[in-house]
C-alpha cells in the first residue's frame, strides 16, 4: 500500500515555528519528488515548495526565506521547517509525491493526508 503520512502540525504563536514531516512507504522514496501544499478554508489549494535531489524550488514568494524542506532518505522522510510564522500561514498543509517537481496539484500521485497548522497572533 502506497502511503504518506504526515505529522508536525499544531498551533504556534506568530513568529514561531514549526517542523512538518512526510514520512512515504509503499514505493521508492529516492525516485520521487516531495511537495508541500496548502488550504486554507474557502481557498485554492496551493502548492509552495518541491524537494527533489535535496533541492528546494519555491512557487510562493510569501515563504521563501522562512520555510525550508529537507530530506532523509534513509528514513524515507521529508521535513518541512516553518520558521517566522504568520497567522496567514493557517492551513491544512499537504505533502505528495510524484515523479518531478510541480507546482500544479494534478501532477501528484500520492498524498499525504493533510496536517493542521494553525497560527495565533
Known amino acids: 500500500e502506497v502511503q504518506l503520512v504526515e505529522s508536525g502540525g499544531g498551533l504556534v504563536q506568530a513568529g514561531g515555528s514549526l517542523r512538518l514531516s512526510c514520512r512515504a512507504s509503499?514505493?521508492?522514496?529516492?525516485?520521487?519528488?516531495i511537495a508541500w501544499f496548502r488550504q486554507a478554508p474557502g481557498k485554492e489549494r496551493e502548492g509552495f515548495l518541491c524537494?527533489?535531489?535535496?533541492?528546494?524550488?519555491y512557487y510562493t514568494d510569501s515563504v521563501k526565506g522562512r520555510f525550508a524542506a529537507s530530506s532523509d532518505n534513509a528514513a524515507n522522510t521529508v521535513y518541512l521547517q516553518m520558521n517566522n510564522l504568520k497567522p496567514e500561514d493557517t492551513a491544512v498543509y499537504y505533502c505528495?509525491?510524484?515523479?518531478?517537481?510541480?507546482?500544479?496539484?494534478?501532477?501528484?500521485?500520492?498524498w499525504g493526508q493533510g496536517t493542521q497548522v494553525t497560527v495565533s497572533s
Open positions: 524537494i527533489s535531489n535535496s533541492i528546494d524550488t
Open positions: 505528495a509525491a510524484a515523479a518531478g517537481c510541480s507546482r500544479l496539484a494534478i501532477d501528484y500521485d500520492y
Open positions: 509503499g514505493f521508492t522514496f529516492d525516485d520521487y519528488a
